[in-house]
């Protein structure tokens, strides 16, 4: 009779893997004898070695009593069922490795490829980095949100970089970077931000925010989000509802 020590070595396992093999009820935890140990026969070992084997053939724990006590016609049925289960867990970890290699750097992280080339583009008029990093992860919360219309509002906001006021606008809001106190800087920005709503508002742009985003409880969360990435976004946000616009994310006229 043997030991659970050597009844582990005999089949090849750990004296841990047996313990677990007890505890989910595949090998049957005989009784103790007088000294207080459990005793082990050979077919103890030979039902080790085939969960050893099943297991390592990568049949499912819960599975391996099925194909243990099978009848040969039921051993074949399940091995063929095991073995398409198998080949869908290959495609879906070749499917990971595929995802895995996209995945880029830990900056590029669940960023959609447009936005990429959005963001790349930002950097090329010389947008400072903190600013194109506030960019890129709010247009991660909008790209996970509304996946379907993202690539129209980012082919929108590519057209806008053409516009000499908005490359005006990130100049002035990378010097705001190094100069947040100055408000000379801050109302020129407010300035400039509150002439390109009044031309979006005349164009009837503003009319079709919500159909872009309908959604007002993820405008909160994105506002949210950029008052907390600077404090300079509050005193901006003040300073455009001094000339009649509220919002941030959404930005509509103030009712006077």
């Known amino acids: 009779m043997l030991t659970i020590g050597r009844l582990a070595s005999y089949a090849g396992v750990s004296i841990r893997a047996v313990r677990h093999y007890h505890q989910i009820g595949l090998l049957p935890e005989p009784e103790r004898d007088a000294s207080g140990y459990r005793s082990y026969d050979a077919a103890a070992v030979l039902r080790l070695i085939r969960i050893r084997t099943l297991a390592e053939a990568g049949v499912p724990l819960a599975r391996v009593r099925e194909l243990l006590d099978a009848d040969p016609e039921t051993f074949a049925a399940a091995r063929i069922e095991v073995d398409r289960e198998l080949r869908a867990r290959i495609r879906t970890l070749q499917e990971h ?26 950097r090329g008029i010389g947008a400072p980095p903190i600013l194109v990093e506030a960019e890129r992860d709010a247009w991660i919360l909008l790209a996970a949100r ?8 980012i082919a929108d906001k590519v057209a806008q970089l ?29 300035d400039l931000l509150s002439d390109q709503y009044d031309e979006a508002a005349a164009n009837g742009v503003l009319d079709q925010q919500d159909e ?32 009649g616009w509220t919002g941030w994310s959404r930005v509509e006229k103030r009712m006077p």
């Open 97 to 122: 490795r595929r995802r895995v290699a996209q995945l880029g750097s830990v900056e590029s992280l669940a960023v959609p490829e447009e936005v990429a080339d959005y963001l790349e583009r930002l």
């Open 146 to 153: 509304f996946p379907e219309t993202i690539t129209a509002i």
């Open 162 to 190: 053409a516009d000499p006021r908005v490359r005006r606008l990130y100049q002035l809001l990378s010097r705001l970077t190094v100069e947040p106190e100055n408000d000379d800087l801050l109302c020129e920005i407010a």
């Open 212 to 243: 872009f985003i309908p959604d007002q409880a993820f405008y909160r969360l994105l506002d949210s989000y950029s008052f907390a990435a600077h404090p300079v976004v509050t005193r901006l946000a003040e300073l455009l509802t001094e000339r």
